[in-house]
């Protein structure tokens, strides 16, 4: 059974920093993307970050590029995602996901598994 737990959302003030951590279970991490999405209300959920497992240069979204980094902890099996300079536009519900695999992608409706969400809101 697949198991993607997230924590570490929050609410913070414009200019403010949240580190995310998302720890998966039930897969081979070793072959695997990790991805970031977010989902303001009202919106499509959009890509924020991926990483191959395997070992490669995180891929960022523009609208974050700079202000987020995408880390790994190979032997917990957990992810990361450290945002800095956070803005209003910013808020959402984040949310964790995984597929097998070599490669990643952008697109939410290419993983299959995902964590419950967690939410942050960021004030002006």
């Known amino acids: 059974q697949v198991q993607l737990v997230e924590s570490g959302g929050g609410s913070v003030q414009a200019g403010g920093s949240l580190r995310l951590s998302c720890a998966v279970s039930g897969v081979t991490y070793s072959r695997a993307c990790m991805a970031w999405f977010r989902q303001a209300p009202g919106k499509e959920r959009d890509g924020v970050a991926t990483l191959l497992t395997a070992g490669s240069e995180p891929y960022y979204d523009d609208s974050v590029k700079g202000r987020f980094t995408m880390t790994q902890d190979s032997a917990k099996n957990t992810v990361y995602l450290q945002m800095n300079d956070l803005n209003p536009e910013d808020t959402a519900m984040y949310y964790c996901?995984?597929?097998?695999?070599?490669?990643?992608?952008?697109?939410?409706?290419?993983?299959?598994?995902w964590g419950q969400g967690t939410q942050v809101t960021v004030s002006a």
């Open positions: 996901a995984a597929r097998s695999g070599w490669t990643c992608d952008s697109t939410a409706r290419y993983y299959p598994y």
